[in-house]
Every structure is written in structure tokens, then in C-alpha cells.
């Protein structure tokens, strides 16, 4: 099995900061999207700056071993919160102990930041993350050609997929950024959370969402989406590459072809689109176009099977129709395509280790985003090129539009931030209170019967249940903050028992008002099924309610007559304030829905898209 370069192999290539010569990198700030961002004038100099960082990219390529430039090709996970951290993770995973090591193995391309959740734990709060990026990029430039990293990161906005929490500024999700129904309110979500990635050294964002969410059963984007409608999604998607081109952070359009009409999870599954090639150009499609017209910086391949544009069965990541002939060659995209994660089962279901990153580059794709068993994914593109299966010209073409991404970026020159800035920046007053504005216009009041909402004054009594401890609980707070009203909380969890069914409702013939929150209660589950049986013991009581739906706007099929139905398509904080100013009357609800809530059995139609009342 081949291995990174040792240190001796790699020591002619050290010119100097990164291994770039002065007489390289004295203009390399260059007029690129994230600089010029208006008009036909923007294109121009965009396009001017673009060919200038490929000529200067493809100068440095000729100084680069074979090893840094497979190197280059990779975005990695590391584990820790700092640069010499000591985890057990970065044993496991890569055989060295700390994340400068890895960078220092690898010479990776790039590095993906994870919190808790999956494991990596690399972002507590922004002093330490900006103090991690600068660690990573120190130790990127001891290694190798010294070639700054792109410092990645999925923070979408909304609930759904996000990584940075307080005291980042939480940002509305794409479906009620599309309930909002602003173009400007979307542009400046997106500054924001460049501006905040950016002051932390991050500078490459897996977003925005291109997804036209066509399919209520969709399992894994949802909200992630801007809605059902191609024009709205396009409109949308644009502003947000704008915006975060403000924000000073690389912006990446996902996931081509489009993941918007699947009832399966790439990530557990691999899925199958069988819009025709008409059906493509007209739903999937224009928000892609869109995002490469605003000189989107990146985009992601979906792993999804599309038999219109490949017959082949492989998913679109693997496939050369997809990402080389429709991206790159017929819609003309010159920017970087990179993978979705290949520890997908959508990927690595289909395509062991050794193979998937082969495949994927031989497809068109230009990094390979945490590729499993990195050793053997090394390994394996390093022979590929080495026997000629790959040949090093589709190597060198690859590795020239990440560097030239990385020069138009300005990384060369300025890899590192201001760490106290980071402090100032994140979490600003003027983030937050532009957040709290922006959400307030996305809550979309779909049922009111009899007029339940707004609630007339007096002393109240509420019982706020349903999904999720945090979000009951925030809801809770919000009610008890008013004059005269009190809130009791019993949480249900997320698939209800019998006995707590029974205790809701029971609890809910003591008080004036319930106010339930529901995740998914539409969802053909049993957490989908068990939630609607407790909206509906609610109902039962006689006591009014309100259901509050914090994530995918379609819950109402299962409890159609639900007398006051919310869809704040988040469960943040912002949202479920929002919410409760909605149902006390402070906010007339602006929101209108983004796509059609079909009945229960999909043979009609109970809400149209554009839906929304107002007091």
C-alpha cells in the first residue's frame, strides 16, 4: 500500500510561507465572487480573476510532488479542539495522535469541522475554533508544497444540519428563509453566518441547499430545502451564494443533481430519481443554474441514482455523465465539484474504500470529502495515477481549480485570522437582533379555526407538551414571560407512550390553553403516528390547542382538524419565540407556505403552496 511522502521527500518544495514565491502571490487578490458580487460587471472581473488564479495555480502544480497533489484531493475529519490535541480518535482513524499530525501525513486539501455529535468535537466556541484554524493552517504550512487548507463546514441554518450553536447566531432554515418569501432576509442569513464562519477561520461552507423538496416523504432534506418550487428555490439560492460571498466565505450549491425527490437517505441508503430529463431541466435543475450565474465557488454531487441522465445505476458522485458532461460541460460549471461525504452508504454501499475516491475522480469530482479508510483511499488514487488508470493530466486539472479557489480566496497570503475578533464577531448584537427580525417574517400560521388565534387578554393557564425537552421547555418560558399567563410543561418524548398520551390529556383539562410542538408527525413511523395520536387525545379534551410544527410544515395531515396550526420549520430558539408572539397577537404571522401539504393519502391537496393566513 503507498504512503504519504516522508518529510525528506517533500523538503525541495518548501519555497517559503506555503510554497509560494512573492512574485506568485504579490496579486493574488484577485476579483472573484466573493469580491465582485453585481451585475454583468461582476462576471467580467470574476471571470478575469479566475483565469489569472488558474494561470498562478497551474504554476505552483508544476512544483508539486505527485504525493501533495493526491494530497490535495482530500477533505478530512480531525479530532479535537486543538491542533495538538491528543485524541484517540486521530489514532484510530489515521494512526497519529494529534490533528497537526494528520495534516502533516496527509497534506490534505482540506479539513471538515464536526461537533459533538458525530464525534470530532472541534467547535466549542469561536476563540477556540479560530485558534484551531489557525493551528491547522500553521501546520499545513510545515507541510509539503505548504498549501493553505479550506476549513469546511455544514452550517446550513435552521435546526436540521448546523454545527456551530450559542454563541453563534442561529439563522432560519432555507424553508422559512422561502416562507419569508425575501430575497433580502435570505442574503443577509447568509452574510451573517459567513461573517461569523469567516472570523473563525473557517472559509468554505457546505451550503446552500439547491434541493427542490418535491416529495413530502423526502427523510433527509425537508426544510433543508427553500420549498417545491423551482423558480422560488432558484430566486433563493442565488441570494444566499450572494450573501455568503459577503460574508467572505466560499459558498457550495448541493446536491447535484438534486436530492429533492426521493423517499430514501443517501446516508443509509442510495436513492433513486426518476424524473425524466424534461422533469429535470424543469424542477431539479434551475437552482443549480442559478448558483453557477452567481459564481457559486463549489459545488456537491449527490449520492443518488438518476437513470435519465446514467443508465449505469452508479450514483451521481461516481458518475462521468453527471459531473462531467452535464456540470462541467453542458451547464458550463468551472468551479470545484466536490463529493458528499463517501462514508455514506449511498457511496461506500456500492464502492469499497480503494475504489469509491478512483471512481469519483475518474467522474470529474475534484475532492473527495471524508473518504473512509484514508490510508487505503491515499493509496489507491496514488496507483491509479501512478498505472495510468488516472492520468496525471486529469490529476493536475483537479488540483489547479483547488488551488486557484484557494488563491482567489486570498488564503496564500492570509491563512490565519484575528482569534479575538472571532470573540467580537460571533454572536454579535446586530446577528442576533437581525436573526430574531428575519425569523419573526417567516412564521406561517396555516389553521385558525374560529379565529382561536390571536388569544384575547386575561389570565391563562397553558400546557405546553409534545416533541423534544429543549423545545417544550423554550416554548414554556416564552408564555410565562407574558403578563398573567402561566405554562406547566410535560414533555412526551419523541414517540409518545399510551400513559403519556394519557397524562397530556388528562393535565390538559386543567388548563386554558395547550400549545403541543410536533417533529414529524406526518412521517409514515411510528414516531410519526404516536405523535398524532397525542395531538389528537388533546383535542379530545375539549381544550383549545395549538400545534406548533418545528420542523417539516406537512404534520397537519395527521390531525387535520387541529384548531390552530403553526409551521415554524425550526425548533430554534428564535422560532419558537416567534411562534409564541404569533399566538398572543404581537406578530401577525407573514410566513406563506413553500410547498403544498398534501392529505394523508396524497390524493389531494389540504393546504396549496402560497398558503398562509394573517390577522
Not at 96 to 102: H, K, L, Q, R, S
Not at 247 to 267: E, L, M, W
Not at 340 to 367: E, I, K, T, W
Not at 469 to 491: F, H, I, K, N, W
Amino acid at each position: 500500500m503507498q504512503q504519504p511522502a516522508t518529510p525528506s521527500r517533500r523538503q525541495a518544495l518548501a519555497t517559503g510561507l506555503f510554497g509560494v514565491t512573492a512574485a506568485l502571490t504579490a496579486s493574488a487578490a484577485l476579483s472573484s465572487p466573493a469580491n465582485a458580487d453585481t451585475g454583468a460587471a461582476a462576471g467580467s472581473a470574476a471571470g478575469s480573476g479566475t483565469d489569472r488564479a488558474r494561470a498562478r495555480a497551474r504554476a505552483l502544480v508544476r512544483r508539486m510532488s505527485l504525493e501533495d497533489k493526491v494530497g490535495q484531493l482530500f477533505v478530512v475529519e480531525v479530532y479535537g479542539q486543538a491542533a495538538d490535541t491528543v485524541s484517540a480518535g486521530n489514532r484510530t482513524l489515521y494512526g497519529v495522535d494529534t490533528p497537526a499530525e494528520v495534516i502533516a501525513k496527509y497534506r490534505p486539501g482540506g479539513v471538515i469541522y464536526f461537533d459533538a455529535r458525530r464525534g470530532p468535537d472541534n467547535v466549542r466556541d469561536p476563540l477556540q475554533t479560530a485558534r484551531l484554524s489557525n493551528g491547522l493552517q500553521r501546520a499545513a504550512g510545515r507541510a509539503g508544497a505548504r498549501v493553505p487548507l479550506l476549513v469546511s463546514i455544514d452550517q446550513e441554518g435552521g435546526s436540521v444540519v448546523y454545527r456551530l450553536t450559542d454563541p453563534a447566531t442561529l439563522l432560519p432554515g432555507n424553508m422559512a428563509l422561502a416562507a419569508g418569501r425575501s430575497t433580502a432576509d435570505t442574503r443577509r442569513s447568509a452574510e451573517i453566518i459567513g461573517l461569523e464562519l469567516a472570523a473563525m477561520g473557517v472559509n468554505q461552507n457546505y451550503a446552500p441547499v439547491a434541493d427542490v423538496n418535491v416529495n413530502p416523504e423526502n427523510p433527509v432534506i425537508g426544510v433543508r430545502s427553500f420549498g417545491s418550487d423551482p423558480a422560488l428555490c432558484a430566486s433563493l439560492v442565488d441570494a444566499s451564494v450572494s450573501g455568503y460571498h459577503r460574508g467572505r466565505v466560499a459558498s457550495a450549491a448541493k446536491h447535484f443533481p438534486g436530492h429533492g425527490d426521493t423517499d430514501t437517505d443517501s446516508h443509509t441508503g442510495l436513492p433513486r430519481i426518476d424524473h425524466t430529463r424534461e422533469e429535470l431541466e424543469s424542477i431539479d435543475l434551475p437552482p443549480f443554474r442559478a448558483a453557477i450565474a452567481r459564481g457559486v465557488d463549489t459545488i456537491m454531487t449527490a449520492h443518488i441514482v438518476v437513470p435519465a441522465l446514467d443508465p449505469s445505476g452508479v450514483p451521481a458522485t461516481m458518475s462521468r455523465p453527471i459531473v462531467t458532461g452535464l456540470l462541467r460541460e453542458e451547464l458550463g460549471f468551472e468551479g470545484l465539484i466536490v463529493t458528499d461525504a463517501l462514508d455514506m452508504q449511498g457511496a461506500s454501499g456500492q464502492f469499497p474504500p480503494d475504489v469509491a475516491p478512483v471512481q469519483a475522480l475518474r467522474a470529474g469530482c475534484d475532492q473527495l470529502v471524508l473518504a473512509p479508510k484514508l490510508d487505503t483511499a491515499y493509496g489507491a488514487v496514488l496507483e491509479a495515477v501512478r498505472s495510468g488508470e488516472i492520468p496525471v493530466s486529469r490529476l493536475d486539472a483537479s488540483v489547479e481549480r483547488i488551488l486557484a479557489h484557494k488563491l482567489r480566496r486570498d488564503l496564500f497570503r492570509h491563512p490565519y485570522v484575528d482569534e479575538q475578533r472571532a470573540v467580537r464577531t460571533v454572536g454579535a448584537e446586530r446577528h442576533r437582533t437581525d436573526a430574531q427580525a428575519i425569523t419573526d417574517r417567516t412564521v406561517t400560521l396555516v389553521r385558525n379555526e374560529g379565529s382561536l388565534l390571536p388569544l384575547s387578554s386575561g389570565a391563562r393557564s397553558v400546557l405546553v407538551t409534545g416533541w423534544g425537552v429543549g423545545t417544550t421547555r423554550s416554548l414554556a418560558d416564552a408564555v410565562a414571560e407574558r403578563p398573567g399567563q402561566s405554562a406547566t410543561v410535560l414533555e412526551t418524548g419523541a414517540i409518545p407512550s399510551a400513559g403519556r398520551i394519557t397524562e397530556a390529556a388528562d393535565a390538559a383539562a386543567g388548563h386554558g390553553l395547550v400549545i403541543v410542538s410536533v417533529n414529524a408527525a406526518a412521517a409514515g413511523s411510528e414516531k410519526g403516528a404516536a405523535q398524532a395520536r397525542l395531538v389528537r387525545a388533546l383535542m379530545d379534551t375539549g381544550t383549545p390547542v395549538v400545534a406548533v410544527a418545528v420542523r417539516n410544515p406537512y404534520d397537519i395531515r395527521r390531525f387535520p382538524g387541529v384548531p390552530a396550526y403553526l409551521a415554524t420549520y425550526s425548533y430554534g430558539a428564535p422560532s419558537l419565540r416567534a411562534a409564541v408572539r404569533t399566538v398572543y397577537g404581537d406578530l401577525s404571522p407573514a410566513g406563506r407556505l413553500p410547498v403544498a401539504v398534501p392529505d394523508l393519502d396524497s390524493t389531494g391537496t389540504l393546504y396549496p403552496f402560497g398558503h398562509g393566513l394573517a390577522y
